[in-house]
C-alpha cells in the first residue's frame, strides 16, 4: 500500500480500509501493518496509519518482537509520528498479545507426550489465540 505520494485513509476505498476490512473478512485477513493501523488510528502528517505502520515494520524487518522489545522513550525517539500515547498504546497490545499466548499455554489441558506433539501444540498456538487440539498435540 505504500507510495510516494500519501493517501489519507478518508480517500481510500472502504473496502481496503484496515477496520472495515477486518469488520467485512476478520482479524485474520489483515497484514500485521494494518492491525498496528487499527491500535494507532491516525497518522501523521505526510503519511496515513497504513504507511506509518509499513515503515516502522520495515525499519524492524518485520518482527513484531523487535517492537517489543523497545520502551516508549525507543519507540517515540526512533519514529517521526509516534509519540507517548500511540507507542504505550502499540505496546500494551503486544503485550496483551504474549500474555494471550502463555494464558492458552497454561488452560490447554493437553497431555504433551513427545516432542513432535510438543512441537504441533505450540505451531498451532502461535497461529490462534486458544488451546489446540490437534493429534500432533497428543501424540
Do not use: W
Not at 517515540?76 to 500511540?86: E, F, H, N, Q, V
Not at 498504546?89 to 513427545?114: C, F, H, Y
Not at 506433539?117 to 502461535?126: E, H, I, K, P
Amino acid at each position: 500500500m505504500s507510495t510516494d505520494t500519501p493517501i489519507l485513509m478518508r480517500d481510500l476505498d472502504p473496502s481496503v480500509r484496515p477496520r472495515e476490512k477486518a469488520m467485512r473478512d476478520g482479524l485474520d485477513s489483515l497484514s500485521d501493518a494494518e492491525l498496528m493501523a487499527i491500535v494507532f488510528a491516525t497518522g501523521m502528517q505526510g503519511k496515513n496509519v497504513v504507511q506509518l505502520s509499513e515503515d516502522i515494520l520495515r525499519d524492524n524487518r518485520g518482527h513484531l518482537s523487535r517492537l517489543m522489545r523497545m520502551s516508549v522513550k525507543d519507540m517515540c525517539r526512533r519514529y517521526k509520528g509516534i509519540g507517548p500515547a500511540k507507542a504505550l498504546t502499540l505496546l500494551a497490545a503486544l503485550k496483551l498479545g504474549e500474555r494471550t499466548v502463555a494464558d492458552a499455554v497454561r488452560d490447554d489441558d493437553t497431555q504433551l507426550l513427545s516432542s513432535a506433539g510438543a512441537y504441533g501444540s505450540l505451531r498451532c498456538r502461535m497461529r490462534s489465540s486458544g488451546p489446540c487440539t490437534s493429534a500432533a498435540a497428543t501424540v
